[in-house]
Every structure is written in C-alpha cells, then in structure tokens.
C-alpha cells in the first residue's frame, strides 16, 4: 500500500438540490478492512438512488460512506488481510456501500466479481446495481421461469434493460412499459415482445390481450402508487409483484380480493442495506448464470452516456431529463 497517494479526490453532496450540490472534494486515502479491497475506479455508474440520496430524500444507512455510488469498476489496487479471492492488479466490477464517485473505493471482497474479458471498463462499471437487483428480484424473489410472462415498468431505465435481457436470456416472455414510442421501440430491440407506451395506452388492457387475458405471471415495479392495483389487474393466478421502488409513493388503496381469489403473492426487496452476506450470495449466482451470457454478447449493459468524472452534475442532470435509455456512467 505504500504506492498509494496520500489523498484522493471525490464527488460529495453538499447541501441538498439539484445536480449543482455535487462538489469535488479532496479527502485521505482509505485502506481496505480485513475482508475488503480497495479499487482504483475506472468507472463508476449513476443510478436513481443516487439522485434520491443528493435531494435529501434516501440518505446513506449507518456504516455506509456519503460520498454517492453505488457501483463501480477498476483496478485491485490494494487487499485486506483476508481477502484471498483477489489480488491487486486484477480487474474488477463491484457494488459497493457507497463511495463510488471517487479515485478510490472500498469494496466488500465478496460483492466483487471479475470483468470479463473484452468487456469496456465504462460498461463493467455500470454492471454491479442493476444486475444484482434483477438477479434477486425476479429470479430469486420472483421465481420467474422459463415460458411464463414477465413485465417491468420503465423500460428503458438501468434496472428495466437489464430486466428484458434477462428475462428473455431465460426464456421468458416480456411485456415492458415506457414513456414514450421511441423508448417502447428501443425495449422491443432489446427483446420485449410487448412494449407498452403507457401514456398512450392502457398497460393492464394491453397484458391481458398479449397474454390471452389469463394475465402475466411476474411483475417487476418501481413506480407504486396507483400502479400497485393495476399490477394486482394485470396478474394471473399464483402471479407475483415484486416493488423496489415507489416513484408514485408507497400508498395505494388495493382491494385484496383479488389477492385472494387469484391466490397472488406480493413481495419486495432493497438491496443497499441486506448484509454483505447475502450480497456475496447473489455475485456468486450472477458468477455462475449471467457472466457467461455477458461475456457471450447474449446480454449485454446498455449504456445511455458516458461523463468525466469532473462532469458529475452533467451525468445527474441527464438522468433528472428522464430520456435516458440504459445507463449513465461516470469515468475516470
């Protein structure tokens, strides 16, 4: 660790607002904990919580750093005592505790996984936060299974491409809700075989049409609000609705009913804060199912843009327009 530089520099969040609360500021070199690495950051990408975290409205739990990102990719620059599935030099793309808006961030060894060969830095670093989210949610969650109908709203967010790639990767049908006709056709090249513009059209009616009116069997929502019903509509029996987040609020008057007779099962999930374990748990599966399928080009991160670091507001203002389709990500 002595080739370390003393300092580093950071993006913090001064104040809370708009992407002008994003500073750089310089602070001292961390050294990685007994199970931890520390990797210097080739890219780091830029999710909604981040956004949510720099208005004030999601602040960092307990433990976890101020400094915003929530995932990055780099080089192994130094290792903690017990780490000993990686070694510096080694490249890597990681979730991370926060921090990753930085020349340097600590990661948990276990959230680590290896960059695939031929995979661009800027793309492994938008990897880590929407994989591991759909991974857990829909497949693990979720149980989605090959032939059945799965459905994400938001399309054409991080979280809603990685959703239909994987969803299609194993062999489900998808049904993808977007803003807009040309957000609806990039979901339909990215392998949705309904897209849904829900300012246009009305989704639930839409689903039961694609899916001969017996309803879908997976719902992925990040919206909430009066979504949270008509999800509950758009089901089939023994369906299930899983939220991750509530863009809408986390309110809705639902008649359970329906619940019942359709024998539904309604779940949800935040990754940020579970234990490092179960975080660990879910890099090992996505080691072992979607690796080879990233590495294979049969999945793929869709990249909106890319920014220099020093450009942060840029990339947040990006976001905040809501045109984005696939990932923003910051580079070093």
Known sequence: ????????????????????????VDLPMLL???????IKVAAAGINRPDIMQRQGLYPAPKGHSEIPGLEVAGVIAATG????????????????????YAEYCLAEEACCLSVPA??????????????????????ERAQLTSGEWFMVHGG???????????????????????????????????????????????FVEKAKTATGRPGVNVILD??????????????????RMVNIAYQKGSKAEVDFMRVMLKRLTITGSTLRIRPTEVKGRIARSLE???????????VKVVMDSTFAMHEVANAHARMDQG??????????
Not at 32 to 38: D, S, Y
Not at 222 to 239: F, T
């Open 1 to 24: 660790m002595a080739d370390l530089p003393a300092t580093m520099t950071a993006i913090a969040i001064e104040g809370k607002g708009g992407p002008e609360v994003l500073k750089p």
């Open 32 to 38: 990685p904990g007994q199970a931890q690495v520390l």
């Open 81 to 100: 005592s017990d780490a000993d599935r990686l070694k510096p030099g080694d490249k890597v793309m990681a979730l991370v505790n926060g921090g990753g």
């Open 118 to 139: 031929g995979l661009p830095m800027e793309q492994a670093g938008g990897f880590a936060e929407t994989f591991f989210t759909v991974w857990h949610n829909v497949f």
């Open 156 to 202: 054409t967010s991080g979280i809603g491409v990685t959703a239909i790639q994987l969803a299609k990767a194993f062999g489900a049908n998808v049904i993808a809700t977007a803003g807009s006709d040309e957000k609806c056709a990039a979901c339909r090249e990215l392998g949705a075989d309904v897209a849904v513009n829900y300012r246009t059209e009305d």
């Open 222 to 239: 990040m919206v909430g609000g009066d979504y949270i019903a008509k999800n509950i509509a758009c089901l089939g029996d023994d369906g």
């Open 288 to 298: 072992e199912y979607v690796l080879p399928m990233l590495a294979d080009g049969r």
């Open 323 to 332: 045109t984005h389709i696939g990932k923003i990500v910051l580079t070093l």
